[in-house]
């Protein structure tokens, strides 16, 4: 698709704040000296990752470290990185929870229309296909029907000593993102995946590429 663009992590997700979204914290650095200045202000244990346009699949690609937690993990991964993409930036990301991921998503289809989907995140996106969609946008009734649909949806309960997830922040989540997809033609895919829950339960994005027309 030569006519589309990637958006890097860090610009995706600032759209998303710009909508309310929660995100996590985060920090691009240019170096190791900026990577090493914004684990100083996060503080350890970080996510450090590849951040670049055109970027898509990182994880898949060891791109992604998650839990660093000192300065001589830190310049492994980063040297890992760079000797990879030699001009990736790097993000710097708090660490978050994720005993619980859910993805949420935007697709501008060609023959339905624009469609918002919510399910399991994570490695399970693939692994057992449990989510749910509706063309967009949608309303807050039905993000919690959307919240419900899921055959784990036992997963977002007070299970195991995690936290009941806030399920109307995470289904005014699902509404915000359908609104940005449909709202914005030029935007044809966005992916939120993982969206993890902090010690309040409320959904934070900790992972999001957004696809325009370029």
């Keep these: 698709m030569n ?20 995100v996590c914290r985060e920090i691009l650095a240019q170096d190791l000296y900026e ?3 914004a684990i ?18 990182k994880s898949e690609q060891g791109l992604v470290f998650l839990n660093v937690k ?8 980063y040297n890992l990185i760079k000797n990879r993409l030699p001009n990736s930036k790097i993000l710097v990301q708090e660490m978050i929870n994720n005993q ?22 994570g490695i399970f996106t693939e692994i057992l296909r449990d989510t749910t969609f509706r063309l967009a946008p949608i309303d807050k009734f039905e993000a919690m ?6 055959r784990a949806k036992k997963i ?22 359908s609104q940005l997809g449909a709202q914005n033609t030029n935007i044809i895919e966005i992916d939120i995946n993982p969206i993890c829950f902090n010690k309040q339960g409320m959904p934070v994005a900790v992972d999001s590429t957004i696809i325009i027309r370029d």
């Design 3 to 22: 006519d589309t663009k990637i958006l890097s992590e860090y610009e995706s997700k600032k759209i998303l704040k710009k909508t309310g979204i929660l």
């Design 145 to 150: 029907k959307m919240v419900e649909d899921i």
């Design 70 to 77: 000192s300065n001589e993990e830190t310049e492994y991964v």
């Design 156 to 177: 977002l309960t007070n299970v195991r000593g995690l936290p009941q997830v806030d399920k109307d922040s995470l289904a005014d989540l699902i509404v915000k993102l």
């Design 100 to 121: 619980r991921e859910v993805m949420v998503g935007f697709l501008r289809d060609n023959i339905i229309g624009p469609c918002v989907m919510f399910g399991l995140g």
């Design 40 to 57: 100083n202000e996060l503080g350890y244990p970080v996510v450090i990752k590849a951040c670049m346009d055109g970027l898509a699949h």
């Design 35 to 37: 990577t090493k200045k």
